[in-house]
């Protein structure tokens, strides 16, 4: 929401001071955000670039849902913001000796902005995790990847802790950016 601007000696009604107090409740009370949680039950051979995280189910407030068919990819902002996103992946890495490495990227219309990395071990169910704050423009598209190392098989939703496992949560925390406190 963006805030009124006050004139001197501005005359509210009743009706105009209501929907001021109405925008700002409302703004308040429903602050963008998007969940997408739940990896569907897919697999894929790493050729050495990330792909892009698949995702089975979407809730969002005051941000679009990006799709193909039935998968769930990311996010449309569509409010300028600083936000707090959070990514959290589960797999299984297979193939390979020593082990091999899950890392788990936050983009930003396309542009890997954020990582966090696990070391996995053949036939386990690894986690990556990544938190991080961006300043997002209103169309800014949020996604999430994966990247394991050349030739190691990932795994994905085949087990309740692949399925669950696997949730990017973005919340927009205010309408400035972040600054360091002196």
Known sequence: MEPATWASNEHLDPVHLNSRIRDANTSLSRPPYGILANAPNYTFTSDGTPQEMRFSDAWSSR???????????????????LYDIDLCISAQIDGGSPD???????????ALAARGIFTARHGYTQSAYVKRMFFLR??????????????????FGFSAATLQGCRMTIRRIGANPAFRWA
């Open 63 to 81: 941000m679009a849902t990006l799709t193909s068919g039935a998968i769930k990819r990311g996010f449309k902002v569509a409010e300028d913001g």
């Open 100 to 110: 091999s490495h899950l890392n788990a990227f936050v983009a930003v219309n396309g």
């Open 138 to 155: 209103a169309g800014d598209e949020v996604t999430a990847r994966v990247f394991t190392d050349t030739g190691r098989v990932a795994k």
